[in-house]
């Protein structure tokens, strides 16, 4: 897709959206549940239902996926398709991409072994390594607009609200 494509995919939406903002708003959720053993969540995901569990360094063994591993697949997922329609947008070409998303977690923290430790991941970091002709003042600003656009980036900015409720 090239720039005038993607204006002109766009274009309508947009306009929609100044005409009548509510239309904008999208109402994003996702379920779960206890049905499988153990200390576990499991996620009802668009490829089917993915098991959260203990990270190794909590006490898992590995054959769970780690909700910090799927935070950082998502933020990856959302700054990628960032970083690709911003730089469509830009007419810049990026011939390949090679996406990182690193981040730290000190499990005392989260184990509550520590109280001067954070609970969480820390440092997180997202590299993107791309084959493409554009200058380093293009890229520096294809870096600034993705993180500004980036709906994963910006969320994680304000901590969620927590309520539980009795069924």
Do not use: N
Request: a negative charge.
């Amino acid at each position: 897709m090239d720039a005038a494509t993607l204006r002109e995919m766009q274009a309508p939406i947009k306009q929609r959206y100044k005409d009548d903002p509510a239309a904008a708003l999208a109402h994003l959720h996702a379920e779960g549940d206890f049905r499988d053993e153990g200390i576990t969540a499991t996620i009802d995901t668009w490829s089917g239902p993915q098991r959260a569990g203990f990270h190794e360094t909590t006490g898992g063994d590995g054959s769970d996926a780690c909700s910090g591993d799927m935070l950082l697949q998502a933020l990856l997922g959302c700054s990628g398709v960032t970083l690709r329609s911003v730089a469509t947008a830009m007419g810049i070409e990026i011939r390949s991409a090679q996406l990182t998303a690193r981040g730290d977690m000190d499990a005392r923290g989260t184990l509550g072994v520590s109280r001067e430790v954070p609970v969480g991941m820390t440092g997180i970091e997202v590299v993107m390594t791309l084959d493409t002709d554009a200058d380093d003042d293009k890229l520096a600003t294809l870096a600034k607009l993705t993180e500004r656009y980036c709906v994963v980036a910006q969320t994680l900015k304000e901590p969620p609200t927590m309520t539980i409720r009795r069924a």
